[in-house]
């Protein structure tokens, strides 16, 4: 029997922002049947990378898909603080340490159709324990069990542990916070992103400012940056 857990704090968002999740969703499932492991990636940290992971990994799963959420920011996790979880949990950490098994650190939650795979303890090496044989391993299983795999990953600018787990993914999504993150440095997670070989499948634009009536002039730079990657693909 699988371990399971309740996850709390479960707050909707407004209707703006659960219909963009649905637009998300459908265009996931539109990339095609062979795109099963994404990433979502950010330049630097408090983009909203963790929300919208987990908002896509739920979204998805209310649609009747199998769907697991890694969570792998080893390094600075947020989802047990923000679920508010009823017990402790073992991690992704403990497992790639040889500490767990694969089987003690899946578990399943109050939401149907999706489980989760915790960051676990702070590890000083996240890096090298990513590079571990057993995480690719880890992959492969959820490949054969689940319809999706939702990676939440490290903020990509100065750490390299985004572009490890890109090379087991086959898509990435960008999440950017409209206004905080120059078009240069988008370029060059865009970039790294490439090198791996992953395929980037689209940019998310949070934090948007809709009643604002300068947004389109102010924001025009990711404008252009979401056409070069349209060109790119």
């Given at each position: 029997?699988?371990?399971?857990?309740?996850?709390?704090?479960l707050?909707?968002?407004?209707?703006?922002?659960?219909?963009?999740?649905?637009?998300?969703?459908?265009?996931?499932?539109?990339?095609?049947s062979?795109?099963?492991?994404?990433?979502?990636?950010?330049?630097?940290?408090n983009?909203?990378?963790?929300?919208?992971?987990?908002?896509?990994?739920?979204?998805?799963?209310?649609?009747g898909?199998?769907?697991?959420l890694?969570?792998?920011?080893?390094?600075?996790?947020?989802?047990?603080?923000?679920?508010?979880l009823?017990?402790?949990?073992?991690?992704?950490s403990?497992?790639?340490?040889?500490?767990?098994?694969?089987?003690?650190?899946?578990?399943?939650?109050n939401?149907?159709?999706?489980?989760?795979?915790?960051?676990?303890?702070?590890?000083?090496?996240?890096?090298?324990?990513?590079?571990?044989?057993?995480?690719?391993?880890l992959?492969?299983?959820?490949?054969?069990?689940?319809?999706?795999?939702?990676?939440?990953t490290?903020?990509?600018?100065?750490?390299?542990?985004?572009?490890?787990?890109?090379?087991?993914?086959?898509?990435?999504v960008?999440v950017?916070?409209?206004?905080?993150?120059?078009?240069?440095?988008?370029?060059?997670?865009?970039?790294?992103?490439?090198k791996?070989?992953c395929?980037?499948?689209?940019?998310?634009?949070?934090?948007?400012?809709?009643?604002?009536?300068?947004?389109?002039g102010?924001?025009?730079?990711?404008?252009?940056?979401?056409?070069?990657?349209?060109?790119?693909e």
């Amino acid at each position: 029997m699988r371990n399971s857990v309740n996850l709390a704090n479960l707050k909707k968002g407004n209707y703006n922002y659960e219909e963009a999740v649905k637009t998300l969703r459908t265009n996931i499932q539109f990339c095609g049947s062979n795109i099963k492991v994404i990433m979502l990636e950010s330049a630097v940290p408090n983009e909203g990378k963790s929300s919208m992971s987990f908002s896509l990994a739920s979204s998805l799963a209310q649609i009747g898909k199998n769907v697991l959420l890694i969570d792998a920011d080893i390094r600075k996790s947020v989802l047990v603080s923000r679920y508010q979880l009823d017990k402790e949990v073992n991690g992704l950490s403990q497992f790639l340490s040889g500490q767990k098994n694969k089987e003690e650190i899946i578990y399943e939650t109050n939401l149907n159709n999706l489980n989760i795979v915790f960051s676990g303890p702070y590890s000083p090496n996240p890096a090298e324990l990513l590079e571990e044989p057993v995480f690719s391993l880890l992959i492969q299983a959820a490949r054969a069990e689940y319809d999706y795999i939702i990676i939440d990953t490290p903020p990509m600018m100065n750490l390299i542990d985004g572009a490890i787990i890109a090379n087991h993914c086959d898509g990435a999504v960008l999440v950017i916070e409209s206004g905080k993150v120059s078009y240069r440095v988008e370029q060059k997670i865009k970039k790294q992103l490439e090198k791996s070989g992953c395929r980037i499948l689209g940019v998310i634009l949070n934090n948007v400012n809709l009643d604002s009536g300068r947004y389109y002039g102010k924001y025009k730079k990711y404008g252009k940056y979401e056409d070069e990657l349209q060109e790119s693909e």
